[in-house]
């Protein structure tokens, strides 16, 4: 089972509103990622977790934030968010090794938000 | 840094071959990766090769490695109207970290 999958599929916020995104996997994948991916664009890195712990953040403003509660859950918590930040939100998973060979991505379906 | 080239549009006819090219310009890269995306879909893995590697081949798939020119290629045989997406390449030292190609559009006619 390769599957990553994120809840909701679409999103309709207000500058105003606190939602949040879901991602969970099953492959016993010990790294996750958060991904933002405009239209036509590839995907850019926001976040990495791996053991539960915030390895990467890439200079993401604090209207995001990441949760990882266990294993195979990670949240995207938005508040406040601006127009600019509608995209499609990717979650993707990986093992963590000792070699590039555990480190494939295996990404979900997205979350496709509009901030109106 | 990192920096991974493709061409961005490709257009076929059905039942061609279609080849769709990357360079990149880590030498570090250890795994290059071809990823598919459907219009408002996730990214789909399709196959990945090893810096070691000259080649491999996956059903309608084939990658082809050439290390010394940095140079990635996708060759997919007899492309059907299904085929039609956006490709990208990616590139890893490992660790997690991947760096993407801006993507080339797979248009398949019929």
């Known amino acids: 089972d390769t599957e990553v999958t994120q809840t909701p599929k679409h999103l309709v916020m207000g500058m105003t509103n606190k939602k949040s995104l879901k991602c969970e996997q099953h492959?016993?994948?010990?790294?996750m990622y958060w991904y933002k991916q405009k239209a036509k664009k590839p995907p850019e890195l926001m976040f990495v977790y791996s053991y539960e712990k915030l390895s990467i953040n890439e200079s993401v403003p604090s209207r995001f934030s990441p949760e990882c509660p266990n294993s195979s859950l990670l949240n995207l918590h938005l508040h406040a968010l601006q127009p600019e930040d509608s995209a499609l939100y990717l979650c993707?998973?990986?093992?963590?090794?000792?070699?590039?060979?555990?480190?494939?991505?295996?990404f979900g379906p997205g979350t496709r938000l509009t901030v109106l | 840094g990192e920096d991974v080239e493709q061409s961005l549009f490709l257009s076929v006819r059905e039942g061609d071959s279609s080849v769709i090219n990357c360079t990149y310009t880590d030498s570090s890269s250890t795994y290059l990766y071809w990823y598919k995306q459907e219009p408002g879909a996730g990214l789909q893995l399709l196959t990945y090769i090893f810096s070691n590697m000259d080649m491999k081949q996956d059903q309608r798939l084939t990658v082809l490695l050439n290390k010394k020119d940095k140079h990635l290629s996708l060759r997919i045989a007899d492309t059907q109207t299904g085929d039609s997406a956006i490709y990208f390449c990616?590139?890893?030292?490992?660790?997690?970290?991947?760096?993407f190609g801006k993507g080339t559009m797979l248009l398949v006619s019929p």
């Open positions: 993707a998973s990986s093992q963590v090794g000792t070699s590039p060979s555990t480190d494939t991505q295996y």
């Open positions: 990616a590139e890893s030292p490992g660790y997690s970290t991947l760096t």
């Open positions: 492959m016993g994948h010990r790294a």
